[in-house]
């Protein structure tokens, strides 16, 4: 198994230069994204020891930042004893190797990509979630895997005896090529699990409820308001990424309906693309959301970014068409100024805070608005050996009455479009008085 950066099993936290580029163009302010940086050093377990910026319009093709900036970088790790040169952007694997050798052996150079792969393998609990984190590890490491044997290989080009057994693939070669079998022996396991859940998913169709999934960036509180909101005990913390694997709750909304909600991995800004890759069962869980919540930190002073970044990830996992509520958290920690002010950017932004239960209700009533939103009104009568469908009209729907008769139940009830559709199917569509059934089937044939 590779080896990933700074995991604290040592004693002493390894000692952290940060790297980060002011771009002409874009993109965050650098100070702003290395104070993420440093967070995350820390959360996987480092210390932040020197933060160095340099300004440019394109990376250094050989490099990364210009030799100069390469210097005052040896200096800096020299000076202050560090362990570890950590980029806030993503480096070549040619790049990564030309720092390194700049930089001179023990010392390790790695970019932010790295240093969330390894927070992710800290942060994974279940057999899926590590699978995915390996994954993208390994394929991170594929490019990189030069230099580690290298000396082997120049030993076997040498020639002579002793070195033309084994010939035609090099040590470097044999790492790359189990590596790849790794790679692929891992892709056809989560197929595996991805299918089995596929399955079970079938069979959840035969009572679908609404799914309410909640998405946003790390830290926001989606884990705490799970819990605040099912009961459910999900580890929260004050911690970049401490939820990976997807936790789903039934919840029961005061009104009696009953819908899921879905707690999942949040998202960063240069979210390396090889997660989201290898993550893509997981992030099933929001794609295939009937809801989406975007749950927003509003006291960082950074929340609109974050959602600007949660918004960028949610289109490159597909899931830009699912509708989408901004939900604005920590609302304790904002003074009576800033309230105003997010009224008047979000008027639809409901502001709650999952820590003291403020504008809970007000949530749990937008979301409730938004979930019957569909919703048909139906009179039907359905057998009694359809008992789970009468359950079904209960948990998903609002039954206005219900009388026992000869031939079933004959319910009144609002109900999902989609169960609608499934009552219409099976013939169990009576007219309600006002006709509006007829009127509805007509709507829904348009
Ligand atoms: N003040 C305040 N803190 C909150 C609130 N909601 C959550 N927090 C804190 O914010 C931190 C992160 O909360 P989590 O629920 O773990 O956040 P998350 O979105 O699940 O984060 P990841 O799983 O790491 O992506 C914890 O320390 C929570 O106690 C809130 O309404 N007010
Ligand atoms: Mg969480």
């Not at 390894?14 to 002011?22: D, F, I, K, P, Y």
């Not at 992030?283 to 949660?310: K, P």
């Not at 996992?317 to 105003?340: C, F, S, Y």
Request: charged share 30%.
């Amino acid at each position: 198994m590779p080896r990933f950066p700074l995991v604290p099993t040592a004693p002493e936290p390894e000692r952290a230069v940060l790297v980060g580029v002011e771009w002409r163009e874009g993109g965050w302010p650098v100070e702003r994204s290395l104070d993420e940086l440093e967070r995350l050093v820390d959360t996987a377990g480092a210390q932040t020891v020197a933060r160095l910026t340099q300004r440019l319009d394109r990376p250094n093709p050989r490099t990364f930042i210009g030799s100069g900036k390469v210097e005052e970088v040896c200096g800096f790790v020299r000076r202050l004893d560090a362990d570890v040169v950590v980029f806030d952007d993503d480096l070549t694997p040619s790049q990564q190797a030309n720092l390194e050798r700049a930089v001179g052996e023990p010392v390790k150079i790695i970019d932010r990509t790295a240093l969330i792969l390894d927070i992710f393998g800290l942060h994974a609990r279940t057999r899926e979630g590590r699978l995915q984190v390996q994954l993208a590890q390994l394929q991170y490491l594929l490019p990189r895997l030069r230099g580690m044997w290298s000396h082997l290989a120049k030993e076997q080009t040498r020639g002579g005896i002793g070195s033309r057994f084994g010939q035609g693939e090099s040590q470097l070669e044999v790492d790359r090529r189990l590596i790849r079998k790794r790679i692929s022996t891992l892709r056809r396991e989560l197929e595996g699990i991805e299918r089995r859940r596929g399955v079970q998913s079938k069979e959840r169709i035969s009572s679908p409820a609404y799914r309410v999934a909640l998405a946003g960036y790390t830290n926001a509180g989606k884990s705490t308001l799970l819990n605040r909101l099912t009961g459910a005990d999900v580890l929260a913390e004050d911690k970049l990424f401490a939820t990976l694997d997807p936790t789903t709750r039934s919840w029961r909304l005061p009104g009696g309906r009953t819908m899921t909600i879905t707690d999942t991995v949040g998202f960063i800004q240069k979210l390396p693309h090889g997660l989201v890759d290898a993550f893509k069962s997981t992030l099933s869980e929001v794609r295939e959301a009937d809801l989406i919540l975007n749950v927003v930190d509003a006291s960082d002073e950074d929340y609109r970014r974050h959602i600007r970044a949660v918004d960028d990830v949610l289109e490159e996992i597909g899931a830009g068409e699912v509708p989408t509520m901004i939900v604005l958290n920590k609302i304790d920690q904002v003074d009576e100024v800033g309230r105003r002010d997010l009224w008047r950017q979000f008027p639809e932004g409901v502001q709650f805070s999952a820590r003291t239960g403020e504008g809970l209700d007000d949530l749990v009533e937008h979301i409730s608005r938004e979930a019957s939103a569909g919703d048909r009104l139906l009179e039907v009568l359905v057998p009694y050996r359809e008992a789970a469908l009468v359950k079904m009209l209960h948990d998903q729907g609002s039954v206005l009455a219900e009388d026992f008769e000869d031939r079933g139940v004959h319910i009144v009830a609002k109900v999902p479009l989609r169960i609608a559709r499934r009552l219409e199917r099976k013939g169990y569509l009576a007219s309600t008085e006002d006709g509006s059934a007829e009127k509805q089937r007509e709507e829904d044939d348009e």
